[in-house]
């Protein structure tokens, strides 16, 4: 048994048709609206990119990734400043987190570029790496300096007296009492 429209509640027949638009004078359709599927058919189909278009946007986003370290090392600087230089756990996190995502990140360049590799940007990729690597290196040396600011760098002599060879005399005094 079929269930007639006169059977069915407003809700379902409101689902069941599209409403019906009623189109004032002279009121235009908003942008990206088309009240019909010829308008649609109409807008121009978009060619697809070109090879020397598609490897100079892959440059492009190399580059980006190349130097977001660098953008990381005033944030990086500023925290490492505002937590001190003695050792509480927090700053020696942070410095071990200083240290932890650079020498992952150098570890893995290789495996960060192989997307935009291709033939037309396997040579020019090669300065883009470069750089990651050296904006990973700044950021391995502001961990440096924080090591440093505490304290933990052995750079003075006394930091190595027990590696220190005592020294031999070439002369000794001896004091005969009476």
């Known amino acids: 048994m079929a269930l007639t429209s006169a059977k069915l509640p407003q809700w379902a027949i409101d689902l069941e048709t599209p409403p019906t638009r009623s ?3 002279g009121a ?8 019909s599927k010829r308008s649609s058919s109409k807008q121009p189909i978009r060619k697809p990119p070109t090879t020397e278009e598609t490897d100079t946007l892959k440059l492009k986003k190399a580059w ?16 490492m400043y505002m937590s001190g230089n003695s050792l509480q756990i927090f700053s020696i996190m942070m410095v071990f987190m200083l240290f932890k995502n650079p020498f992952q990140a150098l570890l893995q360049t290789r495996q960060v570029f192989t997307r935009f590799e291709g033939e037309g940007t396997s040579g020019k990729l090669i300065m883009v790496k ?19 600011g505490m304290g933990l760098l052995p750079t003075t ?17 001896i004091f005969v009492g009476r």
């Open 157 to 173: 002599r006394s930091d190595w007296l027990a590696w220190e060879v005592p020294r031999q005399a070439l002369e000794q005094t």
């Open 23 to 25: 189109k004032l004078a």
């Open 64 to 79: 980006e990734l190349a130097i977001a370290p660098a953008k990381s090392i005033p944030m990086n600087a500023i925290m």
């Open 28 to 35: 235009p359709d908003p942008p990206g609206f088309s009240s």
């Open 130 to 148: 470069a750089t990651y690597v050296v904006c990973n290196l700044l950021v391995l040396a502001l961990g440096l300096w924080k090591v440093n």
